[in-house]
């Protein structure tokens, strides 16, 4: 028996990227999305085009990750238009969690 790296599959999507275009765009350009825990909000998703984050939400309670997709999906073609952020993180009274 021969031995030698495992042969790997790729990741099978669950998720329909033309669902997600500007994700989509924003990750192919300089950008990155991060999604989870982004010290100090415990429940965040952050997309960053590069240069500076154009969204900053927060999970709602009981929120779905296909839900949180959209819903950065929306924050950012939002931004992009707008040229201002979506800030969910610094709103008066948010909580840190």
């Known amino acids: 028996m ?7 599959k790729p990741a099978q999507s669950g998720v329909n990227t033309s669902d997600h275009r500007h994700i989509e765009a924003l990750i192919k350009g300089d950008g990155h999305v991060m999604i989870g825990a982004i010290q100090p909000v415990r429940n965040a998703a952050v997309a960053y085009d590069g240069k500076q984050a154009v969204a900053m939400l927060r999970y709602r309670p009981e929120e779905s990750l296909t839900s949180i997709l959209k819903r950065l999906d929306v924050a950012i073609a939002t931004a992009q238009a707008s040229g201002e952020r979506v800030d969910e993180w610094n709103q008066p009274g948010a909580k840190w969690t």
């Open 2 to 8: 021969a031995s030698g790296p495992a042969k790997r």
